[in-house]
C-alpha cells in the first residue's frame, strides 16, 4: 500500500513530543535582541517552551548559550548590510565575542533578489529621469 500519510504525521508528532521534553528538561532559555520582538521568533520559542529573556544585544540576535550566537537577518537585509559594509563588520564581532556564531538567512532568495533587482532598477530609472 506504500507509505500512509498519517505515517508521517505520527512521524512529525513523535518528534516535536520529544523536542518539546527535551526543551522542558533542559529548562533552555535564549536571550534575544529587543528589537527581535515583533518577528514572531520570541513567541514561537515560548510555545515550544524555551524561556526567552529580552535585552539589547550589542552582538547578534538570539544567544542561545554563552558561546552559541544568531544573527538572523531576511534577503533584503542581507543584501542591503552587504552593501553597505555592515555585514563584514556584524561577522568580525560575531566572531571576536562567540566561538559558535550563526548566519541564519530567512526568506526566499530567489523571489527576495528579483524584487530586490525591480526595486533597484525602478529607481535607477526615476533617478536617471530627473536628470
Known amino acids: 500500500m506504500g507509505s500512509s500519510p ?9 518528534f516535536l513530543e ?3 521534553s527535551v526543551l522542558c528538561r533542559c529548562n533552555l532559555r535564549i536571550v534575544v535582541d529587543k528589537r527581535e ?15 526567552v529573556d529580552f535585552a539589547t ?3 547578534g540576535d538570539y544567544i542561545v548559550f554563552n558561546n552559541v550566537v544568531i544573527e538572523r537577518k531576511t534577503v533584503s ?3 542591503s548590510s552587504f552593501y553597505d559594509g555592515r555585514l563584514f563588520i556584524q561577522c568580525s564581532q560575531l ?3 562567540f566561538s559558535s556564531p550563526l548566519l541564519i538567512v530567512e526568506g526566499n532568495m ?3 533578489l528579483k524584487a530586490e533587482s525591480t526595486r533597484s532598477f525602478r ?4 533617478n536617471s529621469a530627473s536628470l
Not at 6 to 14: A, L, P, V
Not at 37 to 51: A, D, H, M, R, T
Open 18 to 20: 520529544l523536542w518539546y
Open 123 to 126: 529607481s535607477y530609472e526615476k
Open 77 to 79: 537585509d542581507l543584501l
Open 95 to 97: 566572531v571576536k565575542h
Open 37 to 51: 520582538k515583533n518577528s514572531g521568533i520570541p513567541e514561537l520559542l515560548k510555545q515550544s517552551g524555551v524561556f
Open 57 to 59: 544585544l550589542k552582538v
Open 6 to 14: 498519517t505515517r508521517g504525521s505520527q512521524y512529525r508528532s513523535i
Open 110 to 112: 530567489m523571489e527576495d
